[in-house]
């Protein structure tokens, strides 16, 4: 019941072109329902944590990274406004008057970036935002407007009907760079791949109604003609851009001050010879490293303190750019999982085809000690999927 009122809302559809029919639009919907506790929220979770995989893909990784989050949750409780690497609580970031009034504009939509704007207007509406603006809002404040991020995290808390502290918190602590991960990507306040039409942002951005799909994304290079004939006049009917610099500018302002921070790393026993971030793992925490030091993933850009900065954190060059600018590309770090997926499979492959005869021997095929030992993983974890549907049917 709740699922069906939140559907009918207005503007709690996406309008992207990807469409408010699609599995990922659905996924993030239902998670409304789950957080609150609607239509038998345990029963379903438990489901679908048992048949996820194959009903869908997407909301099996909702589930684990649920999970995941609730974890980081109990293990450092302040982390919705306290870096879980320490060393970054010394980032500098952007303060004084300018700072407020950037935070200002990017809480009520007025920021002069159209995408960004319709996100945080639909929040602000509706109380929910599609996954991938979300991504965009979140690079916006922190690698654009450098301004902190647990700022963004407080007002998304506030703001979002499916609230959830854990959650909420793990991904603004990736999108700021402090969590157990950082984004490998970040996701242009200019991204056309997010709304290519401009459906979504007319909707939530009235003012632009009349632009065509080739300008609503950046108005400030709409020719005079256009903008004229749409009835646009920027600083008037639709806000000047808070910041007029570089894109690329803007977060070397970001990466000069994580890399600032960083700089004592090493010394301080808070780096290894790689330049990876350290941590220490609470006790409780893992059975492998409680207590000790672990690496975390650190973006290149981080670790070599003298390399080039760029808009997107990527190598320059078309298909780095092309890469970053691809929602699908972002959306969970889906893309970097595949990857890894990828290389694994070549891996096995290798093993299967180093195990002979004995193996089972052949391209393709998985041998040795590795691969029975993933048949067995796999055999046990089909039972407990067993043994959780039969209980709850």
Sequence with gaps: MVFTAAASVPGHCCHFDRGPTSSKYITCMLWICIRVGAGASAQLDCLFCCRAQSLSKTFHRRLVWRDLAYWQLHHWPTMAAQPIRTLYRDVEWSSGPEAAQHLAAWKQGRTGFPLMDAGMRELWSTGWMQQSVRM???????????????????????????????????MWQSAGKSGLDQWNFTML????????????IKRWVPELTQLPAANIHAPWEAPAAALAAAGVVLGETYPHRIVTRELSELRAVNVRAIRAARTSAAAAGLADG?????????????????????????????????????????????????MVDEGEEAEDSEALLTDWQKKKKEKNGKVAMSGGSSSGGGAGKRGGSGGKQQQRSRATFRELQRRTVDAIS
């Design 136 to 170: 965009v809002a979140a690079a916006f404040l922190t690698e654009y407007l450098h301004l902190p991020w647990a700022e963004g995290a407080a007002w998304f808390h506030d703001c979002l009907v499916d609230a959830d502290l854990a959650i909420n918190s793990m």
């Design 189 to 200: 306040p200019t991204s056309k791949s997010q709304d290519p039409t401009g459906a979504y």
């Design 274 to 322: 790689r330049g990876y971030d350290l941590l220490v793992v609470p006790q409780g925490c893992t059975l492998k490293h409680d207590g000790t030091k672990t690496a975390l993933f650190t973006k290149q850009e981080y670790r070599q303190l003298d390399g080039p900065i760029t808009a997107t954190g990527r190598p320059s060059g078309l298909a780095a750019a092309s």
